[in-house]
């Protein structure tokens, strides 16, 4: 398991499907989006397995993730000088093992070009205001992972133990 380092910084990093997203960029040149294919829960499962062994065999630090059907959630620890190389990796790997591997649909591409990440240490939520039925921590840290974890319910994704434990294997665990 990696060892935290002082200089490391907590990053929400939001993966997407190709096509599942409308980016800004498509909006302004008047360009249309195609049907995303949603990944089914064996293709969710794989793609975890394959993420996760990603992430321990390069020795990143994942505090927390969740997969759903169109995007992934995860928090990676990390200096902000490292983020985009482990990201880059992490797409680029998972998405040439994904399309070799997967008996579902084949893809040409399985990643959006871009992603979505935030640092999280800066940040406390007391500065925000509360909105009712959500998942309030004192930090932004704690709300979300609280939110990662509990994104397949959000979303009416099926419980899965097997993808829970498959996911639970590759988490940095604090001592």
């Given at each position: 398991m990696p060892k935290m380092i002082e200089d490391q910084y907590n990053f929400h990093v939001v993966l997407t499907l190709h096509n599942s997203r409308t980016s800004s960029r498509m909006m302004k040149y008047n360009i249309s989006k195609a049907s995303c294919v949603p990944l089914v829960l064996d293709e969710q499962k794989l793609l975890a397995r394959i993420i996760g062994n990603i992430i321990t065999d390069s020795?990143?630090?994942?505090?927390?993730?969740?997969?759903?059907?169109?995007?992934?959630?995860?928090?990676?620890?990390?200096?902000?000088?490292?983020?985009?190389?482990?990201?880059?990796?992490?797409?680029?790997?998972?998405?040439?093992?994904?399309?070799?591997?997967?008996?579902?649909?084949?893809?040409?591409?399985?990643?959006?070009?871009?992603?979505?990440?935030?640092?999280?240490?800066?940040?406390q939520l007391g500065e925000f205001s509360k909105r009712s039925g959500g998942l309030f921590k004192p930090t932004y840290t704690q709300n979300t992972m609280s939110y990662i974890m509990y994104n397949r319910e959000k979303h009416g994704l099926e419980k899965s133990k097997e993808l829970e434990e498959i996911i639970s294997r590759f988490l940095y665990k604090e001592l």
């Open positions: 020795g990143f630090c994942c505090r927390a993730f969740n997969i759903c059907g169109d995007h992934v959630h995860m928090i990676l620890q990390c200096e902000a000088e490292e983020l985009t190389k482990q990201v880059q990796k992490i797409k680029s790997i998972s998405s040439k093992l994904f399309n070799r591997q997967n008996l579902h649909v084949k893809r040409k591409r399985l990643w959006t070009q871009k992603f979505f990440s935030k640092s999280m240490d800066e940040i």
